[in-house]
Nanobody, 130 residues
């Protein structure tokens, strides 16, 4: 049974960094695309970044480009979202999600859309405040 568990959220001050983790159990990450999303209070879910582990392809949305970076540790079956220079507007619940995908898929090439992902974690809260 596929299960995604996020961790690493917390309260930080503007300009600080956090690394979120998404541990995937029940699957082999090589056959999936893993995405990170966030949802701020009163707003819709927003795609942040994705990692197509099979094709070794990543995508980062313009809203966080240059500040957020996605990576994976195959041995730990974990995908990370490294967030730096955090701003108050980054405050949100952050979710990871997984989509089963084969070689050459287009899920993580032009954006991060929640419609592509069938499996979701429970989320981790990130609060950026002074």
């Amino acid at each position: 049974q596929l299960r995604l568990v996020e961790s690493g959220g917390g309260l930080v001050q503007p300009g600080e960094s956090l690394r979120l983790s998404c541990f995937a159990s029940g699957i082999i990450l090589d056959y999936y695309v893993v995405g990170w999303f966030r949802q701020a209070p009163g707003k819709g879910r927003e795609g942040v970044s994705c990692f197509d582990i099979n094709d070794n392809n990543t995508y980062v949305e313009d809203s966080v480009k240059g500040r957020f970076n996605i990576s994976a540790d195959h041995a730990k079956n974990t995908v990370y979202l490294q967030m730096s220079s955090l701003k108050p507007e980054d405050t949100a619940v952050y979710y990871c999600a997984a989509a089963r995908a084969g070689p050459g898929n287009l899920i993580c090439t032009h954006g991060v859309s929640s419609y592509d992902y069938a499996y979701w974690g429970q989320g981790t809260q990130v609060t950026v405040s002074s």
